[in-house]
């Protein structure tokens, strides 16, 4: 089997023609059928049925076409990924807090700095940014949770608070101006109504353990929604739908609402940098990583 032989049965598969894959390929219509034949004898399986009006993709034919996609995509990746090996680029898969602050406070000083070194810059959730480290898609991570795998390696570079945030309503005065224990915000989570993060994200995570940390069960909360979006969940906040818990870092002047640091500052958790660790990191991406260490290592 042969990349030109899935190149021409995907082309037919994609425009349901043979003679429209033949010109999108630049290639004869025979050389298309011999393709497809001769990947039909390799499998020995029928993966087209052509009549005089229409052609017909086999049961086969569709499960060869959606691995021949996942073949081509792998194929492109790694092709990009050589040919990056010269330049001095940084594939970045960053989590909502580094991708939203940390990054536009840090880029502009660093770019400055280094002008010849590019940054490809991805925001996922960090659950989903170490998957993909292990994959192969990104050269490191900035994450706000560790995993336990193996093969990847953590580096801490900023060291944030997760406060709680409620509208700005008289009944949450106290709890701003005043200090309180746990059994005061116990008694106050179970009263109202909860906007919480997503599964996967590296806060969400932070905060499940703190739950833990003071005996308080989810399932003990009202929770009225789940987002993925940090200046989402200030606004339905500052709406009155509920209250929240989000990194410091998150909060502006600008924002109408009330934050209240935990008992005890008890909330805090640090943010990573992620790679894996057979991956030798090139002087460009050290030279980053040490850039972002001694940004917050001064303030």
Known sequence: MEFRQLESFCAVVRYQSFT?????????????????RMLEQEFNSRLIIRTTKNIEI????????????????LKNDLIQ???????????????????????????????????????????????NIL????????????????????ELDFVPFFHDEIVMITPKQEKFLHFAQKAFNQDDLISLLKKETIILREQGSGSKKRLESYFEQINLSEKSLNIVARL?????????VASGLGISFISAKAITDAD???TIKLPENSLTRSLYFAYHKDYILKEHILSFIKFVQNFYAKK
């Open 228 to 236: 993925n979006d940090q200046e989402s969940i200030k606004k339905l």
């Open 20 to 36: 429209k894959a033949a010109e999108k390929l630049y290639i004869s219509q025979p050389t298309i059928s011999t393709h497809i």
């Open 256 to 258: 109408n609402l009330l």
């Open 58 to 73: 086999t049961p086969h034919g569709k499960e060869l076409f959606a691995c021949a996609q996942k073949i081509f995509t």
């Open 131 to 150: 998957q993909s480290i292990l994959n192969g898609k990104f050269t490191i991570g900035m994450v706000g949770m560790k995993a336990f795998e193996k």
């Open 81 to 127: 990924k050589w040919s990056e090996e010269n330049k001095k680029i940084i594939r970045i898969g960053a989590s909502t807090i580094p991708a939203d602050y940390i990054l536009p406070e840090v880029l502009p000083l660093f770019c400055q700095k280094y002008p010849d070194i590019q940054l490809h810059i991805h925001q996922n959730d960090s659950g």
